[in-house]
């Protein structure tokens, strides 16, 4: 597996998703931490998730945070080296809404209690999830810098962050901004300005729905067909080429698919080991574009 770095800390080029393992149509347990011990057999070292990432309602708050917790207690190898990066500030409080709470004294709760279920002190990269409009983005970012400050959290980066709010955050970090994690795959390409940004900062650009989100994963090679053309002349799936064609963008982004079962993201981690010429990078950025 080859590797990226986010910050001072350095990953796999390639990281797991944990959201599908956690919410409506998720696998049983047996299956989930399976997924995750084969992520990491493959050096996987990168497993995001986010206290929302749950079934609706209350009750459940941070499934995905303790199961990955069990999926790293459990695995029979060295895990000192796994960076788990949570997220809050959204929240999901009943079955088909999503809500914003970016108060920094809540945002610092939800940083602690996202500890105690990953069972950790300190959280390894810790960032805001999605922009809250009742508060000032200043403010809710200003609760990330205490709590670097306060060693509850060792990174902190941000999420569907906009051109303007990754500048200010890093402003209000005081150059401490580390990642950020926005939508992009090849039917999604507004954030690409990001991405680019990023490139410029120095600032790791994680790629959440990478093969186009859940639903639509599988049907990437149906609905993009230069990419399903190149796989196939390269005996390797469409999938497996858009997370190679995006770790291609720059030596900055690192996507993170989604996976419910090993055979997928051992399937996903072979993209680090794909070399792109030129031309196909060309013919499958004016193919997303023109998407």
């Known amino acids: 597996m080859k ?3 986010i910050g001072d ?3 796999s080029a390639i990281g797991l998703g944990g959201m599908p393992l956690s919410i409506e149509g998720r696998p049983d347990e047996k299956q ?4 995750i011990h084969a992520a990491l057999e493959q050096g996987i070292t990168l497993i995001d998730t986010a206290d929302a990432y749950h079934q609706p309602g209350t009750h459940e708050i941070g499934h995905n945070e303790s199961l990955i917790a069990r999926a790293l207690d459990s695995f029979h190898g060295d895990t000192s080296d796994v960076l788990v990066a949570t997220k809050g500030g959204h929240l999901r409080p009943e079955a088909g809404s999503w809500a914003q709470n970016g ?3 809540y945002l610092k709760e939800a940083a602690r209690a996202s500890a105690r279920r990953l069972g950790v002190e300190t959280i390894g990269l810790y960032q805001f999830h999605r922009p809250d409009p009742a508060v000032p983005y200043a403010d809710s970012v200003g609760a990330l810098a205490e709590l670097l400050d306060e060693g509850v959290i060792r990174m902190a980066g941000i999420s569907n962050a906009t051109v303007d709010q990754i500048r200010e955050a890093n402003d209000v970090l005081d150059g401490r901004l580390v990642s950020v994690q926005n939508q992009y795959s090849p039917a999604f390409r507004s954030s690409t300005e990001e ?6 900062m120095g600032i790791a650009f994680l790629p959440w729905s990478p093969l186009g989100g859940i639903t639509n994963a599988a049907d ?3 609905k993009h067909a230069v990419f399903a053309e190149i796989a196939n002349a390269r005996r390797i799936s469409p999938q497996v080429l858009t997370l190679a064609w995006e770790l291609h963008a720059s030596e900055l982004v690192i996507p993170i698919p989604g996976s419910t079962r090993p055979q997928t993201i051992m399937n996903s981690a072979t993209a680090a080991t794909i070399k792109l010429s030129a031309d ?7 193919a997303a574009d023109a998407a």
């Open 9 to 11: 800390v350095t990953v």
């Open 3 to 5: 590797s990226r770095t």
């Open 32 to 35: 989930a931490i399976a997924t």
């Open 103 to 105: 108060d920094p004294a």
């Open 280 to 286: 196909e990078v060309q013919r499958l950025d004016v």
């Open 195 to 200: 991405l680019v940004l990023c490139d410029e």
């Open 220 to 222: 990437l090679g149906t």
